[in-house]
């Protein structure tokens, strides 16, 4: 006690204190610098420790050296009354720029050392570093397990709606989704392998077409009209599905002959969903059908194209007694997410849904 | 499994408290663990403790063409969802469900519970017809769902104020026939079911609701019989008795429609714009507080918090709405910023603390 008292009674000499840390080693530490942290303090005050190397206070084990020497320039600075209040402040931004890893450190060893202006600051750092980083970004810097299923994670497109008509439309559009960008790095990689493709395969479409010869701008022509036309059908749908525009399919003639067939083949089945009563979703397949089922291989494309097919039957045969429940007021369903980007699937939950539900009226 | 590896629980926690909430989503979708430490009520309870709960004010505003300053238009406005964050001055919106995609309905009321904004009844801005559907947004996960409707038949212009933590009241109104409403009905947001209360003692239709020490106030209206004559009577629920108090008459000072009155908090009182000016009560009696601002001498909405109003109003039919604040002790008005888009009209609102 007594050696801490005349350390601070000569002024002239500057007065230290001494710390350990939780690795063994000792590092003596200018006092008022030091004893802005609560914890050494009240060391100090209360046992007389670190007055000496012999008697270094033992810092917690969550202060390593390095991280000791960070909360001590901190000490440093805020320890001296002069600076104003700006000042402070433009210490503490340029102070706290460091690595996520590091500044968990920081906060910890703050924390310990009972520094709470310093765990503010840490703290609210880490907090702007979590605002900015989506939940796969979170996990990686804090290495976080993914262990949220697919339901409880909350992407746009996945919803907790009862409804499983929803829950199968979303997860045809998320497949579709998938399938596209699968084929789209293909496309990438393809490019330049795409005229010589092309030849082989005007071989092949005059071989399908019956070899009336047809250059491929006349074909190309033809499903641009159908395209058009199918587009007529569908309803104003204001906003498209982004990853047609990102398509753009290239006019591989092969592609646009499956196309017409295909498009042939499951006109039937499109006009039969034309019929549906106020419901539209149908045409927003269409659309989709048109500028992406280029590049989706026969059996791929058939498949979806019979889930689709299916989905409009299960939809049409229960709808009318669904509109019935609605207009009861009695339905107490729960309602799919948003999404602020407006993508196809929010549009498509509008033309399904708006119809009815304004004329819901309380009984 | 630590919530931030390195970190003591406690720290981490109060890392987390301080995310803004419109990254509460994002928090709630990255683990297992973050998700329940989020929606846990040590958290909200954390936040708010610690002065890190961040105020908003929600409201139904009027949609805007962007260039243009008035609303004067042949067509009914489109009504959204508009948030605004006092502390920042930060105008935001929050995407509608499907259902009310064309606009909220008009003269739905407004109410938050918890993380929960809910939007009861009006009439729908197509049909005019009543609604008395219930649908609530919730902030942790940014998603609507749809509440049960509000049993009987339907209601507009009903008296609705929220306890903040867990239940709706629903007071008076009127039926599709005009008839002024004496019944009162609460709302449970978590088990989403309405329960029936007694009825109060005056019919009041078009009367005002809020909720103040404990009790869910139902002031002013009028009965079926003299419409338009707006009473000067309140009277008080209190849930732990569920009964009504007795009518207090003369509770506002002047017979006027009482949209403008709100509690200003247990130590401000309540307050009332009336004939251009800002009142309040004062034990008893009312007080003329200030003059209101030319610019939004027709008052559109009034919040309260943390002893600050904020108005929302305009200076004349058809006019660009603006925005004032009105700390209580220093009689200081302040005008706030709104950018374009969010000077509509705005037909009611709500103060949350999330």
Known sequence: MSDAAMAVVKPEMKSYIWLQTVDGSIQQVEEEVAMFCPMICQEVLQTGMGSSKNYAISLPQRVNPAILGLILDYCRFHQVPGHSNKERKTFDEKFIRMDTKKLCELTSAADSLQLKPLVDLTSRALARIIEGKTPEEIRET????????????????????????????????????????????????????????????????????????????????????????????????????????????????????????????????????????????????????????????????????????????????????????????????????????????????????????????GS | MELISGLPE????????????????????????????????????????????????????????????????????????????????????????????????MFCQLVSVGYDLVVLGGLDPNSWEASNSVFVYNFLSAKWRRGADMPGGPRTFFACASDSEETVFVAGGHDNEKNALRSALAYDVTSDLWVMLPDMEAERDECKGVFCRGR???????????????????????????????????????????????????????????????????????????????????????????????LIGSSGYGEVHVSFAFDVKSCCWRKLESPEGFRGHVQTGCVLEI
């Open chain 2, 216 to 310: 869910f106030v139902a002031v002013g209206g009028y009965p079926t019989e003299t419409q338009g004559r707006f009473v000067k009577s309140a009277e008080a629920f209190d849930p732990a008795t569920r009964s009504w108090s007795e009518v207090k008459e003369d509770f506002l000072d002047c017979a006027t429609c009482p949209r403008t009155f709100v509690d200003g908090g247990d130590d401000e009182g309540v307050f009332l714009c009336s004939g251009g000016d800002l009142m309040a009560l004062r034990g008893d009696t009312w007080q003329m507080m200030a003059t209101l601002p030319g610019e939004i001498r027709n008052v559109a909405y009034v919040g309260a918090f943390d002893g600050t109003l904020v």
């Open chain 1, 142 to 361: 804090f290495h976080l397990p993914d262990d949220l299923t697919e339901e409880e994670k909350l992407e746009p497109l996945r919803n907790i709606t009862d409804d499983p008509r929803i829950r199968l439309l979303n997860r045809l559009y998320a497949r579709k989704r998938k399938e596209l960008k699968e084929r789209k790095k293909l496309k990438d990689v393809e490019v330049e392998e795409e005229p010589k493709d092309e030849r082989s395969v005007e071989d092949l479409l005059s071989f399908i077409n019956g070899a009336d010869g047809d250059m491929k701008g006349t074909r190309t022509n033809k499903n641009k009209k159908k395209n058009r036309r199918r587009k007529d059908h569908a309803k104003d749908l204001s906003s498209k599905n982004e990853n047609d525009k990102d398509l753009n399919p290239l006019p591989s003639a092969y592609h646009n002959v499956y196309f017409d067939n295909a498009l042939e083949a499951s006109a039937s089945k499109h006009s039969r969903m034309q019929n549906l009563p106020a419901i539209s979703f149908s045409p927003k397949f269409e659309v989709i059908d048109g500028d992406v089922d280029d590049d989706l291989d026969p059996a791929m494309k058939e498949e979806l194209d019979r889930e689709v097919e299916d989905f409009a039957r299960r939809l049409n045969s229960d709808w009318p007694e669904r509109m019935q429940i609605l207009s009861l007021g009695q339905d107490r369903r729960l309602v799919p997410p948003i999404s602020m980007n407006s993508n196809g699937s929010t549009h498509l939950y509008t033309a399904l849904a708006g119809n009815s539900i304004s004329k819901v009226s």
């Open chain 2, 10 to 105: 406690d720290v981490a926690r109060d890392c987390l408290i301080r995310v803004s909430y419109q990254q509460f989503p994002t928090v709630a979708s990255v683990c297992k663990l973050w998700k329940s430490e989020i929606h846990a009520p040590e958290f909200r309870r954390q936040r708010r403790s610690t002065k890190h709960a961040q105020k908003l004010i929600a409201m139904v505003q009027a949609r805007v063409e962007l260039g243009t300053g008035s609303t004067k238009r042949l067509t009914n406005p489109v009504y959204r969802l508009s948030v605004f964050e006092p502390e920042t001055g930060n105008w935001s919106e929050i995407p509608p469900p499907p259902e009310f995609y064309s606009g909220l309905p």
